[in-house]
């Protein structure tokens, strides 16, 4: 039995999280660089959105973190890395059906090929065959999806439970969990229950494989809410033109960054020293 | 439900990514040599990554020794006063000679306990260099690059920012598939700042701060 009120979680949140927001805004900088700052950072929801990002924060240390502990420390390496390449198979289904509705060919034939590849030859996905051989695995949503036909992100949203995201992007996530074939089969078979197990084996794992570098970014950051918030814009703007740059083509690159900041450009002296090697003649 | 398990997992992705590849970007500047007669731009990074692979494999240095290598090549490879100026952005402007001097310091401290321990992990990984982009003449160069576990596993996609000032380069932002740290810096550092009204005094206690309780966590751990 389908349950319709489990699908769109994620999209329920949004309008949710945008619903608590009234009220809840930064202040709109009238100086020129200090409102072209405010834009970029597309955030004026971010009072509310610090409170939940340190509930999720608290629920990590409660809850996720041991949790990831525990199943590192029970579940062998290999084991791990095999339930890591199932359930990236399982989400070969709605990585096509996006790739397709962004018009990449190529990548949709990759998603193809790796599924097949890898439920026939690895053991129903568990083994990464087609990585081996040279086709390995991408993301694609529904969020990337909505923005190659033009969307804008809206404003960033921490969500609860589920982290950084934005307006679209939340859409986007309401919006695979209908199309998504495999999520609709697990709902079928196996009920909520199946569902839930699939989100929790996925969400530990993902910990239990980062456990460090979240400790030690954490750490060592002196506003762990800005550096997410920057890394999730950086990374989905990336994300959205498809790490075309490994291609080498130079438009999906971002643009370069201009690093004098302007009043100080006169301040020559600290380049004197030699900084690298030689450049040669060109 | 399941999508958005995905989801909250490549949300979050980017920070460990981020981390991973800042110090695979900083280790293999810094462990290599200074690369003299280099030729091109790819040549720098690539001769960079190589001997920094090559010389990663012993774990026998100290916590110390580990630290004080990736300072001394920090200095020598990596533009770190523009960058400094960059990741405090406006206020870099506002800010006196003595602040912009006791930033670098801390800042670049912050790094090196950040990330020289973890460079240990990186053994046995490859580094290739893919391309470069820019013109002859162009202030910036751009060098693609891949790190990839022995398996053939890929473990990020680093875009390096090389400053062509007069005769040399200078690293000035690493991007870990595609987020820049430069970036991710100005955008912590200045949120923080904002939050205190821009004063930088509260930043750079802060920041001392920050770097006690890190060094004390690492004597600790010893």
């Given at each position: 039995m389908r349950e319709p009120g489990a699908v769109g979680a994620r999209g329920v949140l949004t309008v949710l999280a945008l619903a608590l927001a009234l009220g809840a805004c930064a202040t709109r900088p009238t100086d020129p660089e200090e409102l072209a700052h405010y834009r970029e950072l597309n955030d004026p929801l971010e009072p509310m959105n610090r409170v939940i990002f340190q509930f999720n924060e608290v629920a990590d240390k409660v809850v996720l973190r041991p949790l990831a502990i525990g199943y590192r420390a029970i579940v062998p390496r290999g084991v791990r890395s095999g339930i890591r390449n199932f359930l990236n198979n399982l989400e070969a289904p709605v990585v096509l059906l996006n790739d397709l509705l962004q018009g990449e060919g190529l990548r949709a034939r990759d998603t193809v090929g790796r599924f097949m590849t890898n439920t026939i030859l690895g053991l129903g996905g568990v083994i990464d065959v087609a990585r081996d051989a040279g086709i390995p695995y991408h993301d694609e949503d529904f969020g990337q999806t909505l923005a190659v036909w033009g969307a804008g992100p809206g404003p960033y949203l921490v969500l609860p439970l589920y982290g950084p995201s934005n307006v679209r992007d939340g859409i986007g996530d309401g919006v695979d969990a209908l199309i998504d074939p495999v999520a609709l089969y697990i709902r079928e078979e196996y009920g909520l229950e199946g569902s839930a197990v699939r989100y929790t084996v996925d969400t530990v794992d993902w910990r239990a494989a980062n456990l460090e570098i979240i400790d030690d970014l954490r750490r060592s950051s002196i506003d762990f809410y800005a550096a997410t918030r920057s890394a999730y814009r950086q990374q989905r703007s990336n994300e959205i033109r498809n790490g075309r740059a490994a291609q080498?083509?130079?438009?999906?690159?971002?643009p370069m960054i201009e690093f004098d900041v302007p009043d100080n450009?006169?301040?020559?002296?600290?380049?004197?020293?030699?900084?690298?090697p030689p450049v040669p003649p060109r | 439900m399941n999508r958005s398990a995905h989801r909250s997992r490549r949300a979050s992705a980017p920070l460990p990514r981020l981390l991973h590849a800042a110090c695979a970007g900083l280790l293999l500047v810094l462990l290599?040599?200074?690369?003299?007669?280099?030729?091109t731009a790819v040549a720098f990074i690539s001769g960079l990554g190589d001997t920094a692979i090559r010389e990663l494999?012993?774990?026998?240095?100290?916590p110390a020794q580990r630290e004080t290598k990736f300072r001394e090549l920090l200095h020598a490879n990596f533009d770190m006063p523009r960058i400094t100026r960059f990741v405090l952005g406006r206020y870099a402007r506002r800010a006196s000679d003595a602040d912009l001097k006791a930033f670098q310091t801390l800042y670049e401290e912050l790094a090196v306990l950040t990330?020289?321990?973890?460079?240990?992990?990186?053994?046995?990984h490859v580094f290739k260099v893919t391309k470069q982009l820019g013109a002859p003449g162009d202030k910036y160069i751009m060098v693609v690059s891949e790190l990839s576990e022995a398996?053939?596993?890929?473990?990020a996609r680093l875009d390096w920012q090389l400053l062509v000032d007069r005769d040399r380069y200078a690293v000035v932002d690493v991007r870990v598939e595609g987020v820049s740290m430069a970036i991710a810096q100005r955008d912590e550092f200045t949120a923080f700042l904002d939050k205190n009204g821009g004063n930088m005094a509260a930043l750079l206690k802060e920041l001392d701060r920050k770097v006690k309780k890190l060094r004390d966590g690492r004597a600790a751990a010893k």
């Open positions: 080498g083509d130079p438009d999906a690159l971002p450009i006169g301040e020559r002296e600290t380049y004197d020293e030699p900084l690298g | 290599a040599a200074p690369a003299r007669g280099a030729e494999a012993p774990n026998d240095i100290t990330y020289a321990q973890m460079f240990a992990s990186y053994a046995g398996s053939g596993k890929l473990a």
